[in-house]
């Protein structure tokens, strides 16, 4: 089985449950040795128009492992799974990849989904983004005072990504 290249606007669902009940495996780096990608799990971002662009939004903490990787490439993945793989992007979410290989310990296989760019073979889609805006979330911003209760001084950076590619699992 492999994947078909679709538009990003042609893709099947709604967006708020594919990203918010579904979650996302975000990944940066790439194929090469154990330590030169990371990913982690989300169930925060979003997809949209801007800048004249479908764009991917990911939001990432700066104590987060996959940070490094996301500062450190030009290219991001947001990959999406079946709920047979839910346990693997738990673990994906609990276990950083400083201590453990995540796609040896899921059985996650990682793929090259564009130059420089990581996925997974197991996924049904796939965005693979260009960062093209990072900015740190600043709590001076936030109007709605709940907003707060998410944060203990570990406030996200929002990672706006270009979609250059959208890949669809093939039937």
């Given at each position: 089985?492999?994947?078909t290249?679709?538009?990003?606007?042609?893709?099947?669902?709604?967006?708020?449950?594919?990203?918010?009940k579904?979650w996302?495996?975000?990944?940066?780096?790439?194929m090469?040795?154990?330590?030169?990608?990371?990913?982690?799990?989300?169930?925060?971002?979003?997809?949209?128009?801007?800048w004249?662009?479908?764009?991917?939004?990911?939001?990432?903490?700066?104590?987060?492992?996959?940070?490094?990787f996301m500062?450190k490439?030009?290219?991001?993945?947001?990959?999406?799974?079946?709920?047979?793989?839910?346990?693997?992007?738990?673990?994906?979410?609990?276990?950083?990849?400083?201590?453990?290989?995540?796609?040896?310990e899921?059985?996650?296989?990682?793929?090259e989904?564009?130059?420089?760019?990581?996925?997974?073979?197991?996924?049904?889609?796939?965005f693979?983004?260009?960062?093209?805006?990072?900015?740190?979330?600043?709590?001076?911003?936030?109007?709605?005072?709940?907003?707060?209760?998410?944060?203990?001084?570990?406030?996200?950076?929002?990672?706006?990504?270009?979609?250059?590619k959208?890949?669809?699992r093939?039937?």
């Amino acid at each position: 089985m492999g994947f078909t290249e679709i538009s990003s606007r042609a893709i099947p669902g709604n967006v708020f449950d594919l990203i918010q009940k579904r979650w996302m495996l975000i990944s940066a780096g790439r194929m090469g040795g154990p330590g030169d990608w990371n990913t982690m799990t989300a169930n925060w971002g979003g997809l949209g128009h801007l800048w004249n662009r479908d764009v991917a939004f990911a939001f990432v903490r700066p104590t987060r492992h996959s940070f490094l990787f996301m500062e450190k490439e030009e290219l991001f993945t947001l990959s999406f799974f079946g709920d047979a793989w839910r346990g693997a992007l738990e673990y994906c979410g609990r276990f950083s990849g400083r201590d453990h290989d995540k796609a040896a310990e899921t059985g996650l296989k990682a793929i090259e989904a564009a130059p420089g760019a990581v996925a997974f073979e197991q996924a049904e889609l796939i965005f693979v983004c260009r960062k093209i805006h990072a900015q740190d979330l600043d709590p001076k911003g936030f109007l709605d005072p709940a907003i707060h209760e998410h944060y203990d001084d570990d406030h996200h950076r929002l990672y706006i990504g270009q979609i250059l590619k959208t890949l669809a699992r093939e039937a």
